[in-house]
């Protein structure tokens, strides 16, 4: 035994240190993958793309089922593409878009590295394909070899860990065949010892007997005579008591029922009086209550008409505010109204003059002339001159007349900028128009960008206001202007986004120009992994969560809230010591987390598993990063933690002692509870010796009582976890138990999923019987013939139950003859008299007197012998 315990020792020590083994690899391997992406990923921003694809490429190697495969397979296409290994470029950027079809930083790499994708997939350039498949042939291998490595470490702890629970299984077992053994053992020694405590107790209770039967006779012999002497003076003063005794019981009845009558009088008086001041008091009640409900209908009343006054006069005043706001409203319309007309005249003045003054003595002037003279301005066209006087001469001459018209020219430039541009933020685009036309020109302005950029224009002098045309430019001018907008929140880090802008001359509008803005969005991309420890888990356990928060983005994260929804079936454990805050139960929330470009936070949250969780369901770990500053919001899942089964249950008897005759059938209510967290049957057994027979019942009904249609039972189930079942267990008593004598009674449920788990109740069965001692006492001795005989005969009920159907007879031989008995005989014969008692409870005692008489002519010498004879039944029928 001690050879075996030191094994079992050794063999849990080792297996501790193996299992302290296995946890620090699995806490190692959560971890690495991330900070060794991280690392490549700073690698590639510092432009250090060798050291980005070693890295990168070993991520893919040891961890190919890494949470950041598709940001690995991304970069590291990337990083290729810069250090110029086309061909690996391609294969893991058409890798990247073959398993992440819809990942949004497609939308972001270099349209080179996209076609260079794009011929990989179609299969061009077979040298590329060959190596290509060759090195994602020997990557398959690798990635293979260390899937196995990891199956096979699994394997093997998941064999260890059926060992351990096969070890502490057969444990369990020996010490339950232990505790079996070891009960049945002490049963066996308390039932020997319960035997001979009954065998020495019959053997004092007789000896006892004997004892007492003698001492009786002795005293019986003593008083006899003493009693035949006194015998008549007694029976006088006994006649004579009885008497007094009548008179005077007589007399206390005529005193008690004076005395009742009195009573009942003095408490109907009573009650009339009480009768009539609850009757007052309920109509004062009535008449308050009646006055109380007037009052509050009245106050409600007034209640009313107050708010519909206070209603009606805020709607007055409503409208009254809304006909001045709508009177104001107007007001300011015509005034801006009258001023824009008044801006237009002027204007329409400025230009008339200035055609005056440019092209005086033409069409244009005349009609400029006659628009200012209906504007209300006085102008003075200068005369027209003179015709020239023809020239004499011989030859012929001829004039050609020319105006120069306007045309419309311009330079329209545009300067994106060179850097990519942070999101959420406003963006200045410069731009500048030169008017290479011949006159005054004004150029008007659009934009293609959608309306979430809130694109606007406006000129360089004064971004705060927005502008859709230029100003007028004479012939030569510039204008310098700024485009302003804002990328959108939601852009992912690196989009490439490109639109049009317009600009089209107000004097000839078919005259515009296009120009495409191009930006880089700049962003935080935020990416979470989170993993558990255990894949599986047993109610009551905790498991811890480990968070890794990444920012993979090329500008700083400010201002995020992390939140871990976790599943009801988990509690959250020491959440504030990891800085976290609880949020209805069901969330773990950590506010204020700053990252920079390439930067990582690592974070524990430790749960709970609840006592209900239900076996093999499965938990999730939900983060959802939110950038406050941006409102963009992440989702990442953790790793799937599955419940393991878990068999128990409780059984309880609804009383720790029941009390019984023997041979009586008694029922024992017995509550049966699924305490694990599947849903099973379980195998019933009930201990039958020292009783006749024990039965269970299933408790349809829940009643405690066995109804018509309740079977008897070996099994019950299947059960849901927490479910509950009613029983019945039916014990038949023996019919040969002593009173007083206690005797227990098990019943044992087990799991059928687990026979070796069980759990037993007990409880004691208490015999209680009737117990019933006659007394004979009387003289012995030599009579005459003509003597007395009086005798006592003492029935006690020793027992602790009550007895029915008491009998007792006496018998006697021809040569004696009843003379008297203090109570009537039920029956009385020749030879013989018989007294019946219907119920003698436990510690009563009834005594009856007789007196017999020798008959004259006894012959000397006769004996003469009186007998008697008790007889009784208990509660259940059986006789004694």
Known sequence: MLRYCRRLTAFLTCLLIATLLCAATVVAQETEDSQLFLSGFNAYQQKEYPAAVARLGEVLKKYPETPLRDMTLFWLARAHYKVGNRSDAARYMAQFTREYPDNPLKNTVEDELLALAAQHEKGQGSAVQVAAAAQLEAEQQRAAEAAAQVAREKAEADRLAAERVAQEKAAREAAEKARILKAKAEADRIAREKAEAERLAAIKLEQEKQQAVAEAERIAREKAEADRLAAARQEAERLAQETAAREAAEKARILKAKADADRIAREKAEADRLAAVKAEEERRAREQAAAEQLAAQKAAEERRAAEK?????????????????????????????????????????????????????????????????????AVVVPPAAAPAQPVESTATAQVLTLEVAQYAAFEFEVQPPQTPVEVARKNMI????????????????????????????????????????????????????????????????????????????????????????????????????????????????????????????????????????????????????????????????????????????????????????????????????????????????????????????????????????????????????????????????????????????????????????????????????????????????????????????????????????????????????????????????????????????????????????????????????????????????????????????????????????????????????????????????NRY
Do not use: C
């Not at 237009?344 to 003059?353: F, G, Q, T, V």
């Open 309 to 377: 006054a206070a209603i009606a006069a805020a709607e007055q005043n409503e409208r009254e505010l809304a006909a001045a706001r709508k009177a104001e409203e107007a007001k300011l319309a015509a005034d801006r109204l009258r001023q824009e007309r008044l801006g237009l005249k002027e204007k329409a003045i400025a230009e008339y003059k200035g055609i005056l003054e440019r092209f005086p003595n033409t069409p244009a002037a005349r009609t400029a002339a006659t628009r200012l003279k209906e504007l209300g301005v």
């Open 430 to 877: 410069p731009f500048e128009i030169q008017n290479r036309g011949n006159g005054q020109d004004s150029f008007y302005l659009a934009s293609s960008f959608p309306a979430e950029f809130g694109a606007r224009f406006a000129a360089a002098a004064t971004p705060e206001q927005s502008i859709n045309q230029t100003p007028q430019l004479a012939p030569g001018e510039k204008f310098k202007g700024l485009l302003l907008l804002s990328v959108p929140a939601a852009s992912i880090d690196g989009l490439r986004i490109a639109h049009p802008v317009k600009a089209a001359s107000q004097f000839m509008p078919e005259a515009s120009q296009s120009r495409t803005v191009s930006l880089t969005a700049a962003a935080p991309l935020l990416r979470a992994v989170v993993k558990t420890d255990k894949p599986q888990l047993l109610p009551g356990e905790t498991v811890q969560y480990r968070i890794t928060v990444l920012n993979v983005g090329s500008t700083p994260a400010e201002d995020v809230t992390l939140r871990l929804s976790f599943p009801p079936q988990y509690q959250a454990v020491d959440f504030a010591a990891a800085g976290f805050r609880q949020e209805m139960g069901a969330a773990l929330v950590l506010d204020g987390l700053a990252l920079k470009s390439g930067e990582s936070r690592e974070l524990v949250a430790t749960f709970q598993l609840k006592g209900e969780a239900l076996a093999k369901e499965e938990l999730i770990v939900r983060a959802d990063l939110l950038n406050n500053p941006l409102q963009t919001r992440g989702t990442f899942l953790s790793n799937a933690t599955f419940v393991l089964p878990v068999s128990e249950l409780a059984l309880k008897m609804a009383t720790e002692r029941v009390k019984a005759v023997p041979g009586q059938v008694v029922t024992i209510p017995v509550r049966l509870v699924n305490k694990g967290n599947q849903r099973e049957r379980f195998s019933l057994v009930a201990g039958s010796a020292p009783f006749q027979k024990v039965i269970v019942y299933h408790d349809l009904n829940r009643d405690g009582l066995r109804q018509p249609g309740e079977s008897e039972v070996t099994t019950i189930g299947p059960l849901g976890p927490k479910e509950e079942a009613a029983l019945l267990l039916e014990v038949t008593t023996s019919k040969t138990a002593q009173d007083g004598t206690l005797e227990k009674v098990s019943l044992s449920a087990a799991p059928e999923s687990l026979q070796g788990k069980s759990v037993m109740v007990e409880a004691e069965v208490g015999y209680s019987r009737p117990v019933l001692q006659l007394a004979m006492k009387g003289r012995e001795g030599r009579m005459v013939p003509g003597d007395l005989l009086t005798i006592d005969l003492d029935v006690l009920n020793r027992g602790s139950n009550l007895a029915k159907q008491v009998e007792l007879e006496v018998t006697w031989p021809e040569q004696i003859e009843l003379v008297a008995a203090d109570q009537a005989a039920g029956k009385t014969g020749a030879g013989a008299s018989l007294w019946r008692f219907s119920e003698l409870g436990a510690g009563e005692k009834r005594v009856v007197k007789a007196s017999f008489r020798i008959k004259s002519g006894t012959g000397v010498g006769t004996g003469v012998q009186l007998k008697s004879i008790l007889t009784y039944q208990d509660q259940v029928g």
